[in-house]
């Protein structure tokens, strides 16, 4: 089933507060297999002139996933999950993430488009602190396999 | 730590290989919360028309990010990083898994000392990602 288009440019409602804990980057630098000490010493993480331990620059998937659950799981946009996968990523710092940041942010369809048989959704969404310091924009493009509207028919 | 002063267009990082095996996908989807069925499971990812179980884009984006952020020294200063996944990383269940293979050229000087590398990653002579590259702010 093709995506709805009418989601074009729909804005999704503000995420719940992520409080990044030096527990969840250690887990999630455990996991990329990345023993960077800025990642999990607090003392080399100062070092650098960070004010805490600072996540991997991929880190902010795990907010932008959260934040997405909302568009990608609603039913109005008819996108079935398992025919997805990634298409394209971007992540976009005002400064690293660090352990500490409460954040938040407002996913908004910016695109849904045909590809050949595929269909792209584009989405993004600014990423601040609760006090609204921004800290991140992230932008995430997601293919839909074989929902192209003329394939469909 | 690399200085801008000492960094040229056409400086390369030498390529690295990095395995990816289903622990790691389980890993990941624990870590990241994307527990997509293609992910993990064999029988849906053929179903969908996949070769096999396939790597997050995120974690072939993560190890390629690794050649940037050890290269930099503090990975902090990357200020944005941007792929296109162009081929998925098909990852077999037998001991060996897949191998991602990533190297990095410095392709622009920027003001405000910063550079950009492009990063090219392979899988299986695919190119797995696309126009990857990373801004990076150096001391």
Redesign the interface.
């Known amino acids: 089933m093709a995506l709805n288009r009418e989601w074009i440019g729909k804005t999704f409602p503000a995420s719940a507060p992520y409080e990044v804990s030096r527990v969840k980057i250690r887990e999630f630098a455990n996991a990329i297999g990345d023993n960077n000490p800025a990642y999990l010493d607090t003392d080399a993480a100062k070092a650098l002139g960070h004010p805490d331990v600072i996540a991997p620059p991929t880190f902010a998937i795990v907010i932008s996933f959260q934040m997405g659950a909302q568009v990608v799981f609603d039913p109005g946009l008819g996108l079935d999950y398992s025919r997805v996968v990634h298409g394209e990523q971007s992540f976009s710092y005002v400064r690293p993430i660090h352990a500490g940041d409460v954040l938040v942010g407002t996913p908004r369809i910016t695109d849904i488009r045909d590809a050949g048989r595929n269909e792209l959704l584009t989405w993004e969404a600014a990423i601040t602190t609760v006090d609204g310091e921004p800290v991140c924009t992230a932008v995430n493009t997601l293919v839909s396999r074989g929902t192209a509207a003329e394939v469909a028919q | 730590v690399i200085r801008y002063d000492d960094v040229n267009v056409g400086d390369t990082i030498p390529a690295r290989d990095?395995t990816v095996q289903r622990i790691?996908l389980v890993?990941?989807c624990?870590?990241?919360?994307?527990f997509?069925?293609?992910h993990w499971n064999e029988r849906?990812a053929a179903?969908?028309?996949l070769p096999n179980v396939?790597a997050?884009?995120?974690?072939t984006?993560?190890?390629a990010?690794?050649v940037?952020?050890?290269w930099a020294g503090?990975?902090?200063a990357?200020?944005?990083?941007?792929?296109?996944?162009s081929k998925?990383v098909v990852v077999p269940d037998d001991d060996k898994g897949a191998t991602l293979t990533v190297s990095g050229e410095v392709t622009e000087k920027l003001d405000g000392n910063r550079v950009v590398v492009t990063l090219t990653a392979k899988a299986a002579d695919d190119t797995v990602l696309q126009g990857a590259r990373?801004t990076v702010r150096l001391g």
Do not use: C
């Open positions: 990095f790691n890993m990941y624990g870590a990241s919360g994307d997509n069925v293609i849906i179903m969908v028309g396939i997050h884009g995120m974690y984006m993560a190890q990010g690794r940037v952020t050890d503090d990975p902090g990357v200020e944005e990083y941007k792929v296109r996944f998925p990373a």
